[in-house]
C-alpha cells in the first residue's frame, strides 16, 4: 500500500510560519508530480503547489512569494514552508503524489489524509 503522511500542521497566529512535511512510503518504484491541496470550511478544495519531477514549482496567487514548495532529497517527500500566514490560509491541507507501484500498473494519484492548519488573528 502506499501511503502518504502528512506532518507539521497546528496552530500559530498570524504572520507566523509552519513547515509541513508529507512523507511518502510504500512498495513505489517511481514518483512524479507531487503538491499540496487545501479546503476550507465552505471553500472547494484548491490547489496550493505543485512540483514536477524536474523540479519545477507552479503556486497558487494567493500564496505566491509566501510559500516556498521543495522535494526532499531521497524524491519521496514534499515540504511546504509557510510564511507570512494569514487568517485566510486555514484549511485541511492535503498532500498527493503520483506515483507507480509496479510496471504493470498505470500512474494514479495518491493522497494523504490531511493536517489541520489553523491561523489565529
Known amino acids: 500500500q502506499v501511503q502518504l503522511v502528512e506532518s507539521g500542521g497546528g496552530l500559530v497566529q498570524a504572520g507566523g510560519s509552519l513547515r509541513l512535511s508529507c512523507a511518502v512510503s510504500?512498495?513505489?518504484?517511481?514518483?512524479?508530480?507531487m503538491g499540496w491541496y487545501r479546503q476550507a470550511p465552505g471553500k472547494q478544495r484548491e490547489l496550493v503547489a505543485t512540483i514536477t519531477r524536474g523540479g519545477i514549482a507552479n503556486y497558487a496567487d494567493s500564496v505566491k512569494g509566501r510559500f516556498t514548495l521543495s522535494r526532499d532529497n531521497g524524491k519521496n517527500g514534499v515540504y511546504l514552508q509557510m510564511d507570512s500566514l494569514n487568517p485566510e490560509d486555514t484549511a485541511v491541507y492535503y498532500c498527493?503524489?503520483?506515483?507507480?507501484?509496479?510496471?504493470?500498473?498505470?500512474?494514479?494519484?495518491?493522497w494523504g489524509p490531511g493536517s489541520q492548519v489553523t491561523v489565529s488573528s
Open positions: 498527493s503524489a503520483r506515483a507507480l507501484i509496479n510496471y504493470r500498473s498505470p500512474w494514479r494519484d495518491y
Open positions: 510504500g512498495s513505489i518504484v517511481g514518483i512524479e508530480d
